[in-house]
């Protein structure tokens, strides 16, 4: 079992800055794809970003794109979601995911495997 916990979620105003962070003791981080997913209020769970093993691959969701930067440190079993020039409906609650699969499209919410509890971030207009 593979378990994940965010932090770095709050309170910002728009334009401003969060980094997210997400932490697992699992000794096979390095071999997990891991995600950003957010839900905003009244909407359903949408992809933000993911991360390939090593970290030589990223994608972006086009909402996003230019804004967030998704990063892992493999020695610390964390991944990071570098939020910048946040929006008003950047707001939502953000979580992390896992996934071990051997084929993977990165974006789809029902090939992650594991699952955070989710962090709010808040951004006023």
């Known amino acids: 079992q593979v378990q994940l916990v965010e932090s770095g979620g709050g309170l910002v105003q728009a334009g401003g800055s969060l980094r997210l962070s997400c932490a697992t003791s699992?000794?096979?981080?390095?071999?997990?794809?891991m995600g950003w997913f957010r839900r905003a209020p009244g909407k359903e769970r949408e992809f933000v970003a993911a991360?390939?093993?090593?970290?030589?691959?990223?994608y972006y969701a086009d909402s996003v794109k230019g804004r967030f930067t998704i990063s892992r440190d493999n020695a610390k079993n964390t991944v990071y979601l570098q939020m910048n020039s946040l929006k008003h409906e950047d707001t939502a609650i953000y979580y992390c995911?896992?996934?071990?699969?051997?084929?993977?499209?990165?974006?789809?919410?029902?090939?992650?495997?594991?699952w955070g509890q989710g962090t709010q971030v808040t951004v006023s207009s």
């Open positions: 995911a896992a996934e071990d699969n051997y084929y993977t499209t990165y974006t789809r919410q029902a090939e992650y495997d594991f």
């Open positions: 699992a000794r096979i981080f390095s071999s997990l794809v």
């Open positions: 991360i390939s093993r090593s970290g030589a691959r990223t």
